[in-house]
């Protein structure tokens, strides 16, 4: 277990289960397994071992590798891009996917189709006119379910994820 906090009577380390501080509650308390002692810990009294942060160079998602000895080829969860991870926080990237948020796609998409029916739905239909209107506000919609994509993109993006491990580790 790469998270620990130190007993606060004992003083002897106590792990966690969870892999990062970020994950621990605001609050919690221990009972430590040595001493019996009951404490109340917060996420700053909690250590973490082998633990490499990092940011996705593909689509910018924050991850964190745990890593506690040797290298570890790592892949991004979002993008399935590849890093190479070793103990000590060094990361070299492998292989960079491309990558479009499924969010953002959907939400142009839609936006697309609603704004050219929009259009379609108009009474006035001279027919090169109405073919550029069709056109004019499914652009407009693309654009306006694109931003939309964007914002949700940005909502709902997870602070942070750990990596999918490939392979055994390597030493
Ligand atoms: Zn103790
Ligand atoms: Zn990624």
Same mark, same amino acid.
């Given at each position: 277990?790469?998270?620990?906090?130190?007993?606060?009577?004992?003083?002897?380390?106590?792990?966690?289960?969870?892999?990062?501080?970020?994950?621990?509650?605001?609050?919690?308390?221990?009972?430590?397994?040595?001493? *019996?002692?009951? *404490?109340?810990?917060?996420?700053?009294?909690?250590?973490?071992?082998?633990?490499?942060?990092?940011?996705?160079? /593909?689509?910018?998602?924050?991850?964190?590798?745990?890593?506690?000895?040797?290298?570890?080829?790592?892949?991004?969860?979002?993008?399935?891009?590849?890093?190479?991870?070793?103990? *000590? *926080?060094?990361?070299?990237?492998?292989?960079?996917? /491309?990558y479009v948020p499924s969010a953002i796609v959907? %939400?142009?998409?839609?936006?697309?189709?609603?704004?050219?029916?929009?259009?379609?739905?108009?009474?006035?239909r001279g027919k090169a006119n109405a073919l550029?209107?069709?056109?004019? %506000?499914?652009?407009?919609?693309?654009?306006?379910?694109?931003?939309?994509?964007?914002?949700?993109?940005?909502?709902?993006?997870?602070?942070?994820?750990e990596v999918v491990y490939k392979g055994v580790?390597? %030493?």
């Open positions: 277990m790469p998270v620990y906090i130190v007993c606060k009577q004992c003083k002897r380390r106590v792990p966690l289960a969870a892999k990062v501080r970020t994950q621990l509650p605001l609050v919690f308390s221990v009972k430590c397994p040595f001493c *019996g002692f009951e *404490g109340v810990y917060s996420p700053g009294d909690a250590f973490e071992e082998g633990v490499t942060r990092f940011e996705c160079k /593909s689509c910018g998602t924050r991850l964190f590798a745990v890593v506690e000895s040797g290298c570890r080829v790592v892949e991004c969860p979002i993008c399935k891009s590849e890093y190479r991870v070793c103990a *000590g *926080g060094a990361v070299e990237t492998m292989k960079l996917e /491309s959907a %939400s142009a998409l839609l936006g697309a189709i609603i704004g050219g029916a929009t259009a379609l739905g108009e009474k006035d550029a209107k069709i056109v004019a %506000s499914g652009l407009m919609g693309f654009l306006v379910g694109t931003i939309i994509g964007l914002i949700l993109e940005s909502v709902i993006r997870v602070p942070e994820r580790q390597v %030493s």
